[in-house]
């Protein structure tokens, strides 16, 4: 209900048999309209639209760009660029396998967190039963023991960690469905400039980026277009913010490999490529073949950052139980202090 984008596995679903289509020569809103079915749920109103805006004269991209936020932004321009240099079954292709692989990698992340988070959720109601157990326990006591020695105790203390939990619980939710809808896309930006996670992250823009650049120049686009056009393409502001600058470079007759390497956001390997590209006058044939290399290297980035999403969830809870536990033990050595002074002091006045 409030997921408004179209999912990865959707994606990947519809971009292989419609890349088919166009690459054989056969009808593509056919499979539009089967996709649509009875246009009840969102993913069928969209394409349908989609299929009425093409019937009317309308360019694919046009009519992806039409249907707002539901599809990715990276998305939209690539099926352009596709139209533009006439290679939309090849683009198609490429971005069924890229959707499929995010789609699994994501799977796999929410797998591997699954666990984490039940054993997070139970922690929590450990820590809810043992705010409310003294008042259980002794329900006619003026004075309840703090068992976690955080002020919260009985009922009382209960109805205020529940609201708590509830509302980290909302924040959590919402964040998830902003994400979800691509409305969290500052914080890849932020994300990019961080010194481990950011080279992983700027590894999809690079993959986005070599792609485009090749199906451009295979189509005979002009240098200086192709390279302000592939850095358009990619999602962080990062790659975006340099588009102009490396166009003029190009058209003041500068190689693009020398341009690439001043930017600071490509890893040597692709560097070498686009020189090799460049020297040998097959820079189309030579990035295709690097793309396959960083598909690779995309798909390494997400494991990476599922397992540090995975790690942080069990520290998380580690800590959790270890404050705790010590917690607990502090209010009972507390405890038997209390008791041995009374002690002594009573033999003491004997």
Not at 78 to 84: A, D, S, T, Y
Not at 116 to 130: A, K, S, T
Not at 221 to 239: E, G, H, Y
Request: charged residues 20%.
């Amino acid at each position: 209900m409030f997921i408004t984008r179209i999912s990865n596995h959707n994606l990947s679903t519809i971009c292989e048999p419609v890349g088919v289509a166009f690459d054989v020569g056969h009808d593509p809103l056919r499979i539009f309209e089967r996709e649509a079915g009875d246009g009840r749920t969102l993913y069928g109103r969209h394409m349908k639209t989609i299929t009425e805006r093409v019937q009317k004269g309308g360019s694919l991209a046009d009519a992806i760009h039409a249907q707002g936020n539901y599809f990715p932004g990276n998305f939209v321009r690539l099926i352009e660029v596709g139209e533009r240099t006439g290679r939309l079954e090849k683009v198609l292709d490429r971005m069924s396998e890229y959707y499929k692989d995010i789609a699994e990698l994501t799977d796999e992340f929410k797998s591997s967190i699954t666990w984490p988070l039940i054993q997070l959720f139970l922690g929590l109601l450990v820590i809810g039963f043992l705010i409310y157990i003294p008042e259980l326990l002794a329900p006619s006591a003026t004075d309840v023991v703090d068992m976690l020695g955080i002020g919260l105790v009985g009922a009382r203390g209960l109805t205020i960690y529940l609201a708590g939990v509830a509302g980290l619980a909302v924040l959590a939710v919402v964040l998830y469905v902003l994400a979800r809808n691509g409305r969290l896309a500052f914080l890849g930006n932020v994300l990019t400039r961080l010194p481990f996670l950011g080279r992983s992250m700027l590894s999809f823009d690079e993959a986005t980026f070599v792609q485009t650049l090749s199906l451009s120049v295979e189509a005979g686009m002009d240098a200086w277009n192709s390279i302000a056009l592939a850095f358009k393409s990619a999602s962080s502001d990062r790659f975006k913010s340099r588009a102009d600058a490396a166009q003029e470079a190009i058209r003041q007759g500068r190689e693009i490999h020398s341009v690439l390497q001043e930017t600071g956001l490509f890893c040597k390997e692709t560097i070498e490529a686009v020189q090799l590209g460049e020297e040998s006058g097959r820079l189309a044939e030579t990035l295709d073949k690097h793309y396959r290399f960083l598909r690779m290297k995309v798909k390494f980035a997400m494991a990476t950052m599922t397992h540090m999403a995975s790690s942080a969830v069990w520290i998380l809870v580690s800590s959790l139980l270890i404050v705790v536990i010590f917690r607990i033990f502090g209010r009972y050595v507390g405890g038997l202090q209390t008791v041995t002074e009374r002690f002594y002091e009573r033999g003491s006045a004997n």
